[in-house]
């Protein structure tokens, strides 16, 4: 893994979504197919630059934190700019990157701005530049990650297989939610840590 600096923030941000992406699972409902941390085979195959069917169930079942960190780190958080995002908003627009993708997770936070009365709107677009940028600094960052997360509220409930995984769902968002909220007033390592399993990647 090549040398990459690592804020605080990205690594609270990286165990409180690995808490909730568990290990590896292969669910034939699934659409992401077999995924161990939140890495699905497609993901890992064009990561170690590979053909899907290269990549054996015995190799995904070996996926460790250590291993994936850099994909979270350079898909996902660099993706969505999380350091440029306020404290505990980048914690909910990353969760969702790496659950629903970077551009859903854009739009998501651009539809969360737009939702709250009284603010500058921005461009629905999934591309995240200077005025998104500046619109979520702007605004209130605990009603942001509330509204945020109302927006995915109502995109895990249009989805076909919310009957199946809605439940799991709910319980993340809800605690994701929570945490950001925690992580806006600065006592995320506190609190987040405590209970996650990511505990031995923060410094």
Request: net charge positive; glycine share 8%.
């Amino acid at each position: 893994m090549s040398v990459i600096e690592l804020t605080e923030e990205f690594q609270l941000c990286f165990a409180e979504t690995l808490s909730h992406e568990g290990g590896f699972v292969n669910h034939p409902l699934d659409p992401g197919g077999m995924t161990n941390l939140g890495v699905t085979r497609k993901t890992w195959a064009a990561w170690t630059g590979r053909k899907v069917s290269e990549v054996s169930e015995a190799e995904m079942r070996a996926l460790t934190p250590e291993r994936v960190l850099e994909v979270y780190h350079r898909s996902y958080w660099q993706a969505v700019r999380g350091d440029h995002l306020p404290r505990g908003v980048n914690m909910m627009v990353f969760d969702i990157a790496v659950n629903s993708g970077p551009s859903r997770a854009i739009r998501m936070l651009q539809k969360g701005i737009n939702a709250i009365p009284g603010r500058v709107k921005v461009a629905v677009d999934g591309r995240i530049g200077p005025k998104t940028i500046a619109a979520a600094s702007a605004a209130d960052s605990v009603i942001l990650i509330k509204a945020i997360a109302n927006t995915r509220l109502w995109f895990y409930i249009d989805l076909s297989t919310f009957k199946t995984f809605g439940k799991g769902w709910m319980v993340r968002l809800l605690d994701v939610a929570v945490d950001a909220g925690i992580m806006v007033t600065g006592r995320a390592r506190a609190v987040v840590m405590s209970a996650r399993v990511g505990d031995s990647l923060v410094a």
